[in-house]
């Protein structure tokens, strides 16, 4: 048996030699996917897997954050530990972390792959080196920590590569340097009335940030509502820059086209949604309404149209807007329970998917994994038109309703007139328009009479006419005929 194992493993049999000249049969693969590996909770009481974190440098290695969010469910046989997989390896876990509260969300740090940052339940921050082993190297003090569970915790692109940011549900975005955890070197209050009251603002469920969009972030809320925010604004009105509203729950995600950052989507209540930011007041593209609740989604990292989202009856769907809009391209089910957290590889062929049981599978997604040649052109083009036709009916709506509030705006103001008038002037008006009245009525009269007497007249001439002609045909009497007769013998 090691004999065929070691015989295995020095040649891969699924190498594709000749995959140049094979490129037209590529582009033309159907899309499918198939399970490549299976990584369970290894404790009895099993927990939701709430977050997945590819390792940066390497696709061989996932950090995976378990706890229950479930409302006061009973923790008292809970394990608090997330672990670090090793998917060559799989049996059991490289390296177990152990923080003081169960793991809402982990991240592996891009700059430094042996950094990793996590979010608790009880709203702490903590760091951990992977090379120190599995306790942290530093927790945040309660005090000065989220007062509701961690929900995304991210890397900034800093020099020093040690700053990240952190949002959760008590409606607070703080900024943290690991290096000093005693306090957040920044807040944000996600507070849409833009006067920064933690008690009028929104909990926050998911995060976004773009590198190349260094000060702005945006903000997935438990009221469906999306936050856009500016982090070196001055005053708290002046950080929440605009508001995207069209979920009818919570935002479980948000993330911007890799390709074109000022396209985003969204994923919550029964669909998911493609956002433009010159577009405010409604999403230009959108999935159907599914019959079971979404609960996570992410844009492909090599084909701009195509993005993933994962439903609680167990699916992994992948669309592909370019190709069709109404249903996905590739349905999938992948397990029996909820599933509740999705994360691609960069190379965008290997998705991880997490359940509410704590089980990640781990699928290899082929026939969309291939940029075609056109295809950046015609998604580009295609995120224009509907881009267009939203900013055209927007403009419409608007029209329609200031000329509604007009309309209204001006009977309430002829009904104050009317409110502030005087006996003696209501009297005077009333007469007044009763004289219009009869007024009227007296031309109309008038008119009607005329048209009447004119078509009398008419009438009657015709009937002369008539006779006339009547006259001109009677037969002639014999002394005319006589004369005619004398008249023609004449010379």
């Given at each position: 048996m090691e004999h065929c194992v070691k015989q295995n493993n020095a040649i891969d049999i699924y190498e594709e030699y000749f995959g140049e000249e094979e490129m037209a049969e590529v582009e033309d693969e159907p899309p499918s996917a198939k399970t490549i590996n299976v990584i369970r909770?290894?404790?009895?009481?099993?927990?939701?897997?709430?977050?997945?974190?590819?390792?940066?440098?390497?696709?061989?290695?996932?950090?995976?954050?378990?706890?229950?969010?479930?409302?006061?469910?009973?923790m008292k046989d809970m394990n608090f530990d997330s672990y670090i997989w090793d998917l060559e390896n799989s049996n059991k876990p490289e390296l177990v972390l152990k923080p003081s509260s169960p793991l809402v969300s982990l991240e592996y740090n891009p700059k430094d792959s042996h950094v990793l940052v996590g979010g608790c339940y009880n709203g702490q921050m903590a760091y951990w080196d992977t090379r120190?082993?599995?306790?942290?190297?530093?927790?945040?003090?309660?005090?000065?920590?989220?007062?509701?569970?961690?929900?995304?915790?991210?890397?900034?692109?800093?020099?020093?590569?040690?700053?990240?940011?952190?949002?959760?549900?008590?409606?607070?975005?703080?900024?943290?340097?690991?290096?000093?955890?005693?306090?957040?070197?920044?807040?944000?209050?996600?507070?849409?009335?833009?006067?920064?009251?933690?008690?009028?603002?929104?909990?926050?469920?998911?995060?976004?940030?773009?590198?190349?969009?260094?000060?702005?972030?945006?903000?997935?809320?438990?009221?469906?509502?999306?936050?856009a925010c500016n982090r070196k604004a001055k005053t708290p009105s002046e950080k929440i820059t605009s508001t995207y509203s069209g979920h009818h729950g919570p935002v479980y995600a948000l993330a911007r086209n890799p390709f074109y950052p000022k396209v985003f989507l969204t994923v919550g209540d029964w669909t998911a949604r493609i956002w433009s930011e010159e577009a405010k007041e409604s999403s230009i593209m959108s999935t159907k309404y599914h019959l079971s609740y979404l609960t996570d989604g992410c844009w492909?990292?090599?084909?701009?149209?195509?993005?993933?989202?994962?439903?609680?009856?167990?699916?992994?769907?992948?669309?592909?807007?370019?190709?069709?809009?109404?249903?996905?391209?590739l349905s999938l089910k992948v397990c029996d329970e909820p599933l509740s957290s999705l994360r691609l590889q960069d190379n965008g062929c290997i998705i991880g998917c997490g359940s509410k049981l704590g089980t990640v599978s781990l699928l290899e997604i082929s026939g969309l994994c291939t940029l075609q040649r056109n295809e950046k052109t015609l998604a580009a083009a295609m995120f224009e038109r509907e881009t267009k036709r939203e900013k055209i009916l927007e403009a419409r709506h608007r029209e329609m309703r200031l000329k509604e509030r007009a309309r209204?705006?001006?009977?309430?103001?002829?009904?104050?007139?009317?409110?502030?008038?005087?006996?003696?002037?209501?009297?005077?008006?009333?007469?007044?328009?009763?004289?219009?009245?009869?007024?009227?009525?007296?031309?109309?009269?008038?008119?009607?009479?005329?048209?009447?007497?004119?078509?009398?007249?008419k009438d009657h001439m015709g009937e002369e006419a008539a006779l006339q002609g009547e006259e001109s045909q009677l037969p002639k009497d014999k002394e005319e005929e006589e004369e005619e007769k004398d008249a023609a013998k004449e010379p």
């Open positions: 909770d290894p404790n009895i009481t099993k927990r939701t897997a709430t977050h997945l974190s590819w390792h940066p440098d390497t696709c061989k290695k996932l950090a995976v954050a378990y706890s229950s969010l479930e409302f006061q469910q009973n120190k082993g599995g306790l942290p190297m530093e927790v945040s003090t309660v005090e000065v920590s989220h007062r509701d569970p961690v929900y995304r915790a991210i890397w900034l692109q800093s020099k020093t590569g040690t700053e990240c940011f952190s949002a959760s549900t008590d409606g607070q975005v703080l900024w943290w340097d690991i290096r000093k955890l005693s306090e957040p070197t920044d807040t944000v209050i996600l507070d849409i009335t833009r006067k920064g009251l933690l008690e009028n603002a929104l909990g926050a469920v998911t995060l976004e940030f773009e590198p190349t969009m260094p000060t702005k972030f945006m903000v997935g809320t438990e009221q469906g509502i999306v936050i492909s990292t090599v084909k701009p149209a195509v993005f993933f989202t994962t439903r609680s009856d167990g699916t992994l769907d992948a669309w592909d807007f370019l190709f069709k809009q109404n249903d996905p391209s209204s705006e001006g009977q309430e103001a002829e009904v104050e007139e009317r409110l502030v008038e005087s006996p003696q002037e209501v009297l005077d008006r009333t007469r007044r328009e009763f004289f219009e009245v009869i007024e009227a009525e007296l031309q109309r009269r008038v008119r009607t009479e005329t048209q009447h007497l004119c078509g009398e007249v």
